[in-house]
């Protein structure tokens, strides 16, 4: 089971979308640096796709997204729930941001509209950094990634 510690509608995690972000608990990878640590610990609101639907319902007129901010220790629990907003909200982008080296192979890559893969390493720095080793990726309808580079911070 995954548990949703907290969500909030942001503007910044997925290119030009209004994305209800959903913040995963239990973070098996527990970076050095990271700007979430308690994210750690497993607590929070059991996610399945009841509360799911709450939570689209209760925003569906102002969001474009939903984004699952971790969930590395059930991915396909993640990719179960990406496969519900797909059938049943399919007008709703869909987003993972993992710590994985790379995408499971055992994820349907259909399911989602951007991925991003690759742990917080804090002398790499994050998406926005030049140096970053994470790297986020657009999702073809036909299954392909393209890799999209984020401004750099000062650009806002």
Same mark, same amino acid.
């Given at each position: 089971? #995954?548990? &949703?510690?907290? /969500?909030?509608?942001?503007? $910044?995690?997925?290119?030009?979308?209004?994305? @209800? =972000?959903?913040? *995963?608990?239990?973070?098996?990878?527990?970076?050095?640096?990271?700007?979430?640590?308690?994210?750690?610990?497993?607590?929070?609101?059991?996610?399945?796709?009841?509360?799911?639907?709450?939570?689209?319902?209760?925003?569906?007129?102002? #969001?474009? &997204?939903?984004? /699952?901010?971790?969930?590395? $220790?059930?991915?396909?629990?993640?990719?179960? @729930? =990406?496969?519900? *907003?797909?059938?049943?909200?399919?007008?709703?982008?869909?987003?993972?941001?993992?710590?994985?080296?790379?995408?499971?192979?055992?994820?349907?890559?259909?399911?989602?509209?951007?991925?991003?893969?690759?742990?917080?390493?804090?002398?790499?720095?994050?998406?926005?950094?030049?140096?970053?080793? $994470?790297?986020?990726?657009?999702?073809?309808?036909?299954?392909?990634?393209?890799?999209?580079?984020?401004?750099?911070?000062?650009?806002?």
């Amino acid at each position: 089971m #995954i548990k &949703c510690y907290n /969500f909030d509608i942001v503007c $910044q995690e997925i290119p030009d979308q209004i994305t @209800l =972000a959903l913040n *995963i608990s239990g973070c098996p990878h527990q970076c050095v640096g990271c700007h979430s640590p308690w994210l750690w610990r497993d607590e929070g609101v059991p996610l399945d796709d009841h509360f799911l639907s709450l939570l689209i319902e209760k925003y569906s007129s102002g #969001i474009t &997204c939903v984004c /699952f901010m971790g969930g590395d $220790q059930a991915p396909r629990k993640i990719d179960a @729930l =990406a496969a519900y *907003i797909r059938q049943n909200h399919p007008d709703l982008k869909i987003g993972w941001y993992s710590g994985f080296e790379s995408i499971p192979s055992d994820i349907r890559i259909e399911n989602f509209d951007y991925i991003k893969v690759g742990p917080y390493i804090a002398e790499k720095g994050g998406l926005r950094s030049a140096t970053t080793n $994470q790297k986020f990726y657009i999702v073809g309808k036909d299954g392909s990634l393209t890799q999209y580079r984020f401004p750099p911070k000062n650009c806002f």
